[in-house]
């Protein structure tokens, strides 16, 4: 089989994307990619003949970086759910000047904001872009705004619902 760029480079997403979803960091991604790219710059051989499919590839390399057990993302999910309730809740008290549960919109407010820095934060990193070792340039497009989707998605929903409560009115 020939080996194009445009095999190359769909091997390369495909591969970082797997890496990234085994919790590989994004250094090491760049370490291994470059290993595979520079392997078949130099044999021309395919990269799927040479190493399998990005996704056991990937796999493969688990000994070396094993994802975090399963309770960590429930833990991590748990909490972006709750510290988006909890901003929401606050906003609404806060924006129709009413206590919820007997308490200030901004306590609310402040605590949601608080339980979400662990999951923001566990998105940020995985977020972050992956460079080629060799030339410091990103190896795929990597969205920069993803943590701060995590912070207009609760701010999305009280605004439609503050809206939604003001056209009521």
């Known amino acids: 089989m020939t080996t194009t760029p445009d095999t190359i480079t769909a091997y390369r997403e495909s591969l970082v994307l797997h890496l990234r979803l085994q919790e590989v960091p994004p250094d090491r991604i760049g370490e291994i990619v470059a290993e ?5 710059a130099d044999t021309g051989e395919d990269p799927t003949e040479a190493f399998g499919t990005p996704r056991d590839y990937a796999a493969g390399l688990t000994d070396e970086h094993r994802k975090p057990p399963w309770w960590w993302t429930t833990t991590t999910l748990v ?10 809740q606050g906003a609404f008290a806060l924006l129709l000047d009413e206590p919820y549960l007997g308490r200030s ?12 820095v662990p ?12 460079l080629d070792p060799r030339t410091g340039q990103p190896l795929v497009a990597t969205p920069r705004w993803a943590p701060l989707v ?6 999305a929903i009280v ?4 809206v939604a409560i003001e056209l009521a009115n």
């Open 36 to 40: 595979v790219e520079s392997h078949v």
């Open 79 to 88: 909490l972006a759910a709750a510290a988006g309730w909890l901003i929401g």
């Open 105 to 116: 919109g901004w306590l609310w407010l402040a605590t949601g904001l608080v339980l979400g």
């Open 119 to 130: 999951p923001a934060w566990m998105v940020g990193r995985r977020a972050r872009q992956v």
């Open 150 to 155: 995590f912070f207009a998605i609760p701010f």
């Open 159 to 162: 605004l439609v619902g503050w």
